[in-house]
């Protein structure tokens, strides 16, 4: 294990921040965007059938705010929370570059206007990148800090088709080739784990894959089940059970006992913040055992990220 990982079993992005802008950075979640293509329908596309209604956004009450009340208000919590003075302003919810990009550069301008934000991180998907977006992310870039991060989920075609994203595995990787490349920006990635159909042997192609493909980072979740999404109909009609802390944390210690230890792991599972919409599995509610947990299975394991990663490669 890396001695600089802060005792973690894995390498944390916070390290990253520190090494980048000297000093403790968190991000400080906002909206901009109010849908994305599947919600919209385009192409026949449905809601992935995880989504809320906020598009995955971490502070559902104030997501109709302006830019400036949701920046000043989000950025306190977590100033007090992760005792921070530098932020990343990062827009979070639903599908940033659906939006028009004039509000996007506009929205851009608004977060590098507060002289502690270091830099701007982009939540997208892998299908929704314009060359408009693209150069526009180059010019930031050229001043501060960009960073994309991308929803992936899987890169297996069958359990995109099942949980409706309406994009495949190759449209993922050319994605995420295409924002490396065109654009310059640092590119993260989102995983989940917990598929009906998801085994070993998956998890450990899905770690070689993101060892090959231009990602700086990655963040994991777990399949959940929240309120008012496709998903919690399935669950009631006894079509879908999640996984528990034991089996995700397997499949976790897998991921990065094969992930390359260059890359930054944001975080190893979203344990609910808005509890009011969780209903299952019981184990997400309760954030700091879990992770606790997760960290305690894989120490056990004696599992670290990149353990097995060399080895891959000879
Ligand atoms: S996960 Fe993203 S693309 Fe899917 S429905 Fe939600 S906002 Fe839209």
């Known amino acids: 294990m890396n001695a600089e990982w802060d005792g973690k079993p894995y390498h944390p992005i916070s390290l990253e921040y520190r090494k980048r802008f000297g000093g403790k950075v968190v991000k400080v979640p906002v909206s901009i965007a109010d849908s994305c293509p ?16 906020h598009g995955s956004f971490a502070y ?13 208000l989000h950025r306190a919590k977590v100033a007090s929370r992760f005792n921070a003075a ?19 550069k ?7 206007s507060y002289p502690d934000t270091v830099g701007l991180v982009v939540g997208t998907r892998p299908d929704c990148l314009s060359e408009a977006v693209l150069r526009t992310w180059r010019e930031y870039g050229e001043k501060t800090y960009v960073a994309v991060e991308v929803g992936v989920q899987s890169f297996d075609d069958d359990q995109l088709s099942w949980m409706r994203r309406g994009h495949n595995g190759a449209q993922a990787i050319r994605g995420i080739e295409r924002i490396a490349k065109e654009s310059g920006a640092e590119v993260g990635i989102h995983l989940m784990f917990g598929w009906p159909t998801e085994n070993d042997k998956q998890i450990i192609e899905t770690a070689r894959l993101c060892n090959s493909l231009p990602i700086s980072n990655v963040k994991l979740h ?17 079509e879908f059970q999640p996984i528990d802390l034991d ?13 390359d230890p260059r890359i930054a792991v944001h975080r190893l599972a979203a344990l609910s913040n808005r509890w009011d919409e969780l209903i299952a599995p019981e184990w ?17 394991a004696g599992v670290y990220q990149g353990r097995s990663f060399t080895s891959n490669h000879q």
């Open 60 to 72: 559902a009450d104030t997501q109709k705010e302006s830019l400036r009340n949701q920046i000043e």
């Open 106 to 112: 506009d929205g851009f301008e608004i977060a590098l």
């Open 86 to 104: 530098k932020f990343l302003v990062y827009f979070q919810a639903y599908t940033t570059t659906f939006t028009a990009l004039n509000r996007l």
């Open 222 to 238: 777990n399949l959940h089940v929240l309120a008012n999404t496709p998903l919690a109909d399935m669950y009631h009609a006894g």
């Open 284 to 300: 997400v509610r309760h954030k700091m055992r879990s992770f606790q947990g997760m960290i305690d299975r894989i120490n056990e």
């Open 247 to 259: 089996l995700y944390a397997h499949r976790v210690a897998l991921f990065l006992d094969h992930l």
């Open 38 to 53: 599947n919600r919209e329908g385009l192409k026949g596309m449905k809601t992935c059938i995880f989504c809320d209604e």
